[in-house]
């Protein structure tokens, strides 16, 4: 078998790939099956045999093995492939990490004096420009400015901290 392996390998890996379409688990399979195949019957593989009857033997168990692994797919339930459990997955995580994270925000914001907590909540979450956010308020567009900057070094420092003690 190491003889065949180191012959055939290769080969027989690349041609897998190409029956599964690049899943390399599947290939994986694949492959292990041929070669149990293979090591169950001796005399269709001896390493005596020459190059085009023992190759061509390996590559046709191979691709009958593929059909017959996409014929038993299509009898049996829908495969949840492993792509979509990881997508999921990091949906979960992000919706996680955004609830975390609006927590995190709505503390900090918190703590803000009343007065640079409406020029934040006016210019980052309601989308207005300094302009609007200045008539809004009754408030010069230089003190928006002002209030939003000061209001951005507290956030970033609180927001360190917090991030720090987590």
């Known amino acids: 078998m190491a003889v065949i392996i180191a012959q055939h390998g290769p080969a027989l890996r690349r041609f897998t790939l190409f029956l599964t379409a690049g899943n390399w688990s599947r290939a994986e399979e694949l492959m292990q099956e041929t070669l149990i195949r293979a090591w169950k019957h001796p005399l269709s593989v001896a390493p005596s045999d020459s190059y085009s009857s023992c190759r061509p033997w390996l590559f046709t168990v191979a691709r009958h ?3 017959d692994a996409e014929r038993a797919r299509r009898a049996r339930p829908q ?13 979960c995580e992000s919706a996680y990490d955004r609830v975390v994270t609006g927590a995190v925000v709505r503390q900090a ?3 803000l004096p009343q007065e640079q907590r409406e020029v934040i909540v006016c210019t980052y979450f309601r989308n207005l420009s300094g302009k609007e956010t200045s008539r809004l308020l009754g408030i010069p567009l230089g003190t928006v400015k002002s209030r ?9 420092l609180q927001l360190d901290r917090s991030i720090f003690q987590a």
């Open 65 to 67: 093995l593929s059909i």
């Open 79 to 91: 495969e949840t492939d492993i792509s979509v459990l990881e997508e999921t997955a990091e949906t």
């Open 109 to 111: 914001l918190a703590r």
């Open 148 to 156: 939003a900057h000061q209001a951005r070094q507290v956030l970033r």
